[in-house]
């Protein structure tokens, strides 16, 4: 088993990671109820009670991605240029189709599958400006009993004509929503501007009224992931003093509001993000895809002024749904930023990482008592070459690199959503 008690980039990891290489994690009514050592917990358990034994294989929380596309899993690895040009392409084209309701749920139920496949149990979704969309997701989610956080993407502007809601529309629609999902179950509605590009200040005032509606909701969006995006930022808002000052203006740079990208973001952006408590995610397939960059999660984790950062996939401009694959990639990210990835913070931010910058470490994203008993369960074997790769690692470290530089869905033994086995 392994899981993280803090921050490695702010504690040194032997005081915040916990590993335990013969562990009994004891779940009740979704919960984890008991953890730890096998020769602690075993004395303490009925004879009779219901055991899955995972032998060989190593116990992860669940994997957060947070910050994912569902309506764009029909467009992934969808040949293109940059983002502009992408999204005009490829992504408004799609999400077209999505005032279809029937289109959506069959998108939704396999973004899910895929996602479990993954180890994946708890996201932070894009969906479209239909409110069906949005339905799709919470309805396909509902009995899974995963903790979805979505919300209908929100733009007014600079987009293809059938995709553009209003600014009374963003409003209206998003509060209906927020009635109908916010909380219900484990399910949390987001809302979720598109990015600056798309909203009118029209617009943007109206989601800052619901943002003060709803204080602790989450928010999402994206923020300089591109460098025409960021000068084109600069021209629509002239008044702003740079990309991060239009979400700030409009109260929507605050705890449990993330933003996707961030690449490009100034030492005088990163400060502000640190002082409102705002958080970023890491996308590093997608950025790599799209040509758009590498984040410097270093630079954004600096002690004096740490951002919390979490890692997403960020489908379909990324490109897997595997946050093995996506830690691999951050590892490349990391190198080109002239820094480290170690494996344990890799898994630090599929994990714990994403759960704080989404404001739900406090529910998910460790294994402890009292939190919600969602887990990924990692075959450390999976496929012939792992295995016989494995033969030759000489210590845990390098067994958990060998899993993010070679792994993918296959490694995925079992997924775990509040105690169910959902997969595998």
Not at 323 to 331: C, D, H, K, S, V
Not at 393 to 410: H, K, P, V, Y
Request: charged share 20%.
């Amino acid at each position: 088993m392994l899981t993280f008690t803090g921050d490695p980039y702010l504690t040194d990891l032997s005081r915040c990671m916990t590993y335990e290489d013969d562990a009994i994690i004891v779940t009740e009514n979704g919960l984890i109820a008991a953890v730890g050592p096998a020769p602690e917990i075993l004395p303490t358990l009925d004879a009779d009670i219901e055991v899955a034994d995972h032998q060989g294989d190593l116990i992860v929380p669940g994997f957060i991605d947070c910050h994912v596309h569902y309506p764009q899993t029909e467009i992934i690895g969808s040949h293109g240029k940059q983002l502009i040009d992408w999204l005009n392409n490829y992504t408004f084209i799609a999400e077209q189709f999505f005032s279809h309701k029937p289109h959506a749920d069959e998108v939704a139920k396999i973004f899910l599958r895929e996602q479990l496949r993954n180890g994946v149990t708890s996201s932070s979704v894009f969906c479209t400006i239909f409110p069906v969309s949005v339905d799709a997701l919470f309805e396909a989610a509902e009995p899974l009993n995963m903790r979805i956080m979505a919300g209908k993407v929100c733009m007014d502007r600079n987009a293809a004509a059938g995709l553009l809601d209003t600014a009374e529309q963003a409003y209206v629609e998003s509060k209906r929503l927020i009635e109908k999902w916010h909380g219900r179950g484990r399910m949390e509605y987001v809302l979720t501007p598109r990015f600056a590009p798309t909203s009118s200040d029209a617009q943007l005032e109206q989601l800052q009224a619901l943002a003060k509606e709803y204080p602790d909701m989450l928010i999402q969006s994206h923020i300089s992931e591109n460098r025409d995006e960021v000068a084109w930022v600069k021209q629509l808002f002239p008044g702003a003093r740079d990309y991060t000052d239009v979400y700030d203006q409009y109260g929507l740079l605050r705890p449990r509001a993330i933003y996707g990208h961030g690449i490009h973001l100034d030492e005088s952006e990163l400060q502000r993000f640190h002082a409102a408590g705002a958080a970023l995610a890491h996308c590093p397939t997608s950025n790599f895809f799209l040509g758009s960059g590498y984040l410097n999660v270093e630079r954004a984790k600096r002690a004096d002024r740490p951002i919390a950062v979490g890692l997403a996939t960020d489908l379909g401009a990324g490109t897997s749904f595997s946050m093995l694959q996506t830690m691999n990639e951050a590892y490349k990210a990391a190198h080109l930023n002239h820094s480290d990835l170690p494996p344990a913070h890799a898994f630090y931010l599929a994990t714990r990482g994403s759960a704080t910058a989404l404001g739900i470490a406090d529910k998910v994203g460790s294994i402890a008592v009292g939190m919600e008993a969602d887990f990924a369960v990692l075959n450390l074997r999976s496929t012939p070459v792992i295995d016989y790769r494995m033969r030759f690692a000489s210590n845990f470290d390098e067994e958990l690199f060998i899993q993010m530089t070679l792994g993918d869905d296959r490694a995925i033994a079992a997924t775990y959503i509040a105690d169910e086995r959902v997969y595998g």
